[in-house]
T-cell receptor, first 112, second 114 residues
Framework: GDSVTQMEGPVTLSEEAFLTINCTYTATGYPSLFWYVQYPGEGLQLLLKATKADDKGSNKGFEATYRKETTSFHLEKGSVQVSDSAVYFC???????????FGTGTSLTVIP | EPEVTQTPSHQVTQMGQEVILRCVPISNHLYFYWYRQILGQKVEFLVS????????KSEIFDDQFSVERPDGSNFTLKIRSTKLEDSAMYFCASNGLAGYNEQFFGPGTRLTVL
């Protein structure tokens, strides 16, 4: 079945450091891929998405490229800020109406 | 900007009691979902709902669970007889037909079963 494997955390970085959170997936067909972010005490917010191979999703300085050949969708940011401290979830979905499959989440703490 | 809302934000109940978690999806959306997240674990799919019926459900969604869209705006999840292991954060989500099948999530209801 479809699944997402996400880099284990927690991750602690200094402000302005480079961030990579790895995500790989297994899916039949051609899923859409997502990164969601969960700030402390809040729900899940869409961070970025990509719907087909080689698409790059980007938002708030974060980027991820849909790589079909490596079945990956790694999240990157060149310079993290304290306000980026949150839990990040990689997810996939096959089509509208289909359930989302989430990774385990990676907790990021950015220290000044 | 339209958003999914959920009530209550926190529910505490005794084991064996029934609970109803409420959600108001985005008004023009057609697909509705419930997910749960046990503390420290991944977000797990429970059920999806379309055209007034369940379209998909997971193994977690057993006979103790039910969903309903009673009035065209609310979407509810009922747990008939809560167990300790039902303690989790429950998220409602919705999406429409068009677009990138992105799901919009509510802020969640934290359910604590004592």
């Amino acid at each position: 079945g479809d699944s997402v494997t996400q880099m284990e955390g927690p991750v602690t970085l200094s402000e302005e450091a480079f961030l990579t959170i790895n995500c790989t997936y297994t899916a039949t067909g051609y899923p859409s891929l997502f990164w969601y972010v969960q700030y402390p005490g809040e729900g899940l917010q869409l961070l970025l998405k990509a719907t087909k191979a080689d698409d790059k999703g980007s938002n708030k300085g974060f980027e991820a490229t849909y790589r079909k050949e490596t079945t990956s969708f790694h999240l990157e940011k060149g310079s993290v800020q304290v306000s980026d401290s949150a839990v990040y979830f990689c997810a996939l979905s096959g089509y509208a109406g289909n359930q989302f499959y989430f990774g385990t989440g990676t907790s990021l703490t950015v220290i000044p | 900007e339209p958003e999914v809302t959920q009530t209550p934000s926190h529910q505490v109940t005794q084991m064996g009691q029934e609970v109803i978690l409420r959600c108001v999806p985005i008004s023009n959306h057609l697909y509705f979902y419930w997910y749960r997240q046990i503390l420290g674990q991944k977000v797990e799919f429970l059920v999806s709902f379309y055209n007034n019926e369940i379209s998909e459900k997971s193994e977690i969604f057993d006979d103790q669970f039910s969903v309903e869209r009673p009035d065209g705006s609310n979407f509810t999840l009922k747990i008939r007889s809560t167990k300790l292991e039902d303690s989790a954060m429950y998220f409602c989500a919705s999406n429409g037909l068009a677009g990138y099948n992105e799901q919009f999530f509510g802020p969640g209801t934290r359910l604590t079963v004592l």
